[in-house]
């Protein structure tokens, strides 16, 4: 293994890790966040289902041999991330529009944070940029 092939394939590896252990934060702070209100709508599982689907197939990453199956199947994993992330954008701002103060910034301030599911899109494009490095690492 050339020196040049083994460095990609550690920088995509490092750049999955710091993904790996984002969507654990995200799973963790999803879950303990929305239990404060003990996760009343429905929607407030999305976000904690999602990070852990993604904890898990990053995980695999690390474990095993990967396949040009797997490759597919977790990019669809981490593009599901930018939608979720996307539609809490939606969900907060809907939340903070009809809150129990007559301020929209104190609903952002007191409530849902409009744009704390953004942090799932950038895991997303973080992710995908260390599967394409270890990827390129290993056919190089």
């Not at 750049?15 to 407030?44: C, K, M, Q």
């Not at 952002?108 to 494009?125: E, I």
Request: glycine share 10%; hydrophobic share 55%.
């Amino acid at each position: 293994m050339s020196i040049r092939r083994a460095a990609r394939l550690y920088r995509g590896r490092d750049a999955a890790a710091l993904a790996l252990g984002g969507f654990f934060g995200n799973f963790v702070l999803s879950l303990t966040d929305h239990a404060e209100n003990g996760s009343f709508h429905w929607t407030e599982w999305i976000p904690v289902a999602s990070s852990s689907l993604a904890v898990g197939f990053l995980l695999v990453f690390f474990f095993t041999v990967t396949t040009r199956r797997y490759w597919k199947m977790c990019v669809g994993v981490l593009l599901l991330q930018a939608v979720v992330g996307l539609a809490g954008l939606l969900f907060h701002a809907e939340a903070d529009l009809r809150g129990p103060s007559m301020s929209f910034f104190q609903n952002v301030v007191d409530r849902a944070p409009p744009f704390a599911p953004l942090l799932l899109p950038n895991l997303m494009v973080l992710g995908l940029i260390g599967l394409w490095a270890a990827r390129e690492g290993e056919a190089a």
